[in-house]
C-alpha cells in the first residue's frame, strides 16, 4: 500500500502564492509517476499537474502552466505544488495522487493512490 498525505493548504488572496506539498510513504519502490488533482463541489476531479519518475518530464491543466509547477524530492519521497498568482478560481480541495510506471498520464482514473486532500481558498 501507498500512503500519501498533503500540507500546505490555506487561505490567501487573488495574487498570492501557496506551496503544497505531498509525502508518500509505503511501498513506493521503483519508478512512480505522481499528480495533482483539484475538485470542486458538484465537479468532476480534475488535473493540475503530474511529473515523471525522475523528474525531467511534467505536463499542466489547461491554463495552469506559468502560474503553477509541481516538483519531486524522490529522497524525501516528496511532491510539491507551488501556485503563484493564484485566482479566485482556484478555489478547491487539491489531492495528490500516486502510480507505479515511468509513463506519466493526466487521467485521473490511472492513480490508484489518492491522498486526502488540501482546502486551498483565494480570496477576491
Known amino acids: 500500500q501507498v500512503q500519501l498525505v498533503e500540507s500546505g493548504g490555506g487561505l490567501v488572496q487573488a495574487g498570492g502564492s501557496l506551496r503544497l506539498s505531498c509525502a508518500v510513504s509505503?511501498?513506493?519502490?521503483?519508478?512512480?509517476?505522481r499528480g495533482w488533482f483539484r475538485q470542486t463541489p458538484g465537479k468532476e476531479r480534475e488535473f493540475v499537474a503530474a511529473?515523471?519518475?525522475?523528474?525531467?518530464?511534467?505536463d499542466y491543466g489547461d491554463s495552469l502552466k506559468g502560474r503553477f509547477t509541481i516538483s519531486r524530492d524522490n529522497a524525501k519521497n516528496t511532491v510539491d505544488l507551488q501556485m503563484n498568482s493564484l485566482k479566485p478560481d482556484d478555489t478547491a480541495v487539491y489531492y495528490c495522487?500516486?502510480?507505479?510506471?515511468?509513463?506519466?498520464?493526466?487521467?485521473?482514473?490511472?492513480?490508484?493512490?489518492w491522498g486526502q486532500g488540501t482546502q486551498v481558498t483565494v480570496s477576491s
Open positions: 511529473i515523471n519518475w525522475n523528474g525531467d518530464k511534467t
Open positions: 509505503g511501498r513506493t519502490f521503483g519508478s512512480s509517476t
Open positions: 495522487a500516486f502510480r507505479r510506471g515511468s509513463d506519466m498520464t493526466t487521467r485521473r482514473e490511472s492513480y490508484p493512490y
